[in-house]
């Protein structure tokens, strides 16, 4: 929440907005005028993945999309959209003393075919990356990806983020956290707060109409330690990004054991299904509308 208790900007960077209906635009375009510059090394990695992903994709049914560019706008700059606001976070989090020599470690829950974290993780080496991922499928892949890329400092762990969490070598050792397209906020909240550390932040991509979604989140947040910051629109997007800080010590119940976060949300009244979901681009064709 902001100073005046108001969930709102926390004066996070401000990009150009980037045309959602613009064709033909390079990858490095988009990202540039979303306020990313990528080198030439991180634009080949891109390419290679993005190659992984139209090949692996269609074979094993991880994307809907399969037109390159497609990956470009709706997956790779949407993840690269978070990028300004997480930069401001990092030197938050990096200015805490005990951080300052190392390096930060984030989380990303449900990542499906690596969105956002793989895509953080190219854009920001230096942040070491843990993906969550329940789907066998899913999980393969980021394997796959992430030796593929070369990439290090970056794992792929298959399994549900309520067991995750409940390890001792995961639990309140990540200095940021993101999910996409995952479960609606009180879920997530419980799902992610726990892999915080006290002082972390966490920042989910939402559509921008989430007004019951906003409220039951800060019904859910208290309970978990943490506290809802921020809810700004991206610039160019039809999505904005909640922003989540790890205020207190989680109560050793959450999470909950697998499904309950989502099934019975901290804070009561669960938000209707539609609401649930981001905005966000479909990833995913396991179910019609591409996001699970
Ligand atoms: N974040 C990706 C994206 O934006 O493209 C994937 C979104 S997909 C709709 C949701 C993913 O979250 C699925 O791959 C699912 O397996 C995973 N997931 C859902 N609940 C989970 C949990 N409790 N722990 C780990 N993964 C989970």
């Keep these: 929440m902001g100073p005046d208790g108001a969930v709102g900007s926390m004066g996070t960077a401000r990009p150009d907005a980037v045309p959602p209906s613009a064709s033909g635009t390079s990858l490095s375009d988009l990202a540039r005028r979303a306020g990313v510059a990528l080198e030439a090394a991180q634009l080949s990695r891109f390419d290679a993945y993005r190659s992984l992903l139209l090949d692996r994709g269609a074979k094993v049914n991880l994307t809907a999309i399969s037109d390159p560019e497609e990956v470009d706008r709706r997956l790779f700059l949407d993840a690269l959209r978070m990028v300004p606001a997480l930069d401001e976070y990092r030197r938050l989090a990096g200015a ?3 951080k300052r020599a190392k390096r930060l470690k984030l989380v990303d829950v449900g990542s499906g075919a690596g969105f956002p974290g793989l895509v953080l993780k190219i854009a920001r080496p230096d942040l070491d ?3 969550i991922e329940a789907t066998g499928k899913k999980a393969t892949f980021l394997q796959d990806a992430i030796a593929a890329l070369e990439l290090d400092g970056v794992v792929a762990i298959h399994a549900r983020a309520e067991d995750v969490a409940h390890d001792a070598r995961q639990r309140e050792k990540h200095d940021l956290a ?3 397209a995952v ?3 009180p879920a997530l909240l419980e799902l992610c707060a726990p892999l915080l550390r006290l002082g972390g932040w966490a920042f989910f991509p939402k559509g921008l109409e989430i007004g019951d ?4 989140g800060q019904r859910a947040a208290p309970l978990v330690g943490a ?9 160019g997007s039809d999505t904005r990004l909640v922003i989540v800080e790890k205020t207190g010590l989680t109560h ?3 999470p909950r054991r697998a499904g309950i976060p989502a099934r019975e949300p901290l804070g009561g009244n669960k938000v209707a299904k539609g609401k649930t979901r981001a905005s966000n681009a479909p990833t995913s064709a ?4 591409g996001i699970e």
């Design 286 to 289: 396991d179910d019609a509308t």
């Design 213 to 216: 979604e906003l409220a039951a």
């Design 252 to 254: 050793p119940r959450y």
């Design 178 to 180: 993101t999910a996409r």
């Design 227 to 235: 506290r809802l910051v921020a809810s700004d629109p991206l610039p």
């Design 183 to 185: 479960a609606a906020l």
């Design 129 to 131: 990356v843990t993906l």
């Design 96 to 98: 805490d003393s005990s």
